[in-house]
């Protein structure tokens, strides 16, 4: 009887942004990493220099490819860099902090402050919209890497649609899942059952 290949998973979210972001709202508007973000990302690399990868994939978005790119290095990779890997889109949010948002829009703003994964932002997504593309996306690498080990690196609302889907966790419960900057999870498929190892592993 021949064994079911086992397709190894390594989430891991982006380091820290810079500090102007913090109260302001991004999804995909393209925050930086901050100086300690940036050592916190060489830290990982080094934790992970001797895990076997064939692959790293990231977000495009900056705060996620430096990340990224400093976990790729040392096994002479390149971040692979997938559109659907992105953060959540808070349309007409991004860029504005929390408190010119409740202004301008309090009925949504107290939506989103109850049950977040309920509301469509305007001109973006809803979770549930995140949910599908990041799902289709993953369903997609491991396809191309069965049997194999690959990181992804990407943001917090991505890494829960990931981890909500294998765990069959409801859309309303993400938050539920916690995710720290630079955190790590592992999810391994055995043939196509999922299991995960470990969730939000500081380093």
Not at 34 to 48: K, N, T
Not at 105 to 126: I, K, N, S
């Amino acid at each position: 009887m021949t064994s079911s290949p086992v397709t190894a998973l390594l989430l891991i979210r982006h380091t820290a942004p810079a500090a102007w972001a913090k109260g302001v709202c991004h999804g995909v508007l393209d925050v930086p990493l901050s100086e300690d973000g940036a050592i916190h990302a060489q830290g990982i690399a080094d934790h992970l220099r001797d895990t076997t990868l064939d692959a790293v994939y990231a977000s495009p978005l900056s705060r996620a490819v430096v990340t990224a790119t400093a976990v790729a290095a040392p096994h002479g990779l390149r971040p692979v860099l997938r559109e659907q890997l992105v953060e959540i889109d808070f349309g007409a949010f991004e860029g504005r902090t929390f408190d010119e948002i409740a202004a301008s829009y309090p009925d949504l703003y107290g939506q989103w402050m109850r049950d977040p994964a309920t509301v469509r932002f305007p001109a973006g997504e809803t979770f549930g919209d995140l949910r599908a593309r990041v799902t289709e996306e993953i369903a997609r690498i491991r396809r191309e890497h069965r049997g194999g080990s690959v990181a992804v690196v990407t943001h917090g609302g991505v890494i829960r649609a990931v981890l909500a889907d294998v765990l069959g966790v409801e859309d309303g419960k993400i938050f539920r899942i916690g995710q720290s900057w630079g955190g790590l999870s592992l999810v391994e498929w055995v043939g196509d059952e999922p299991i995960v190892r470990y969730l939000n592993v500081a380093v």
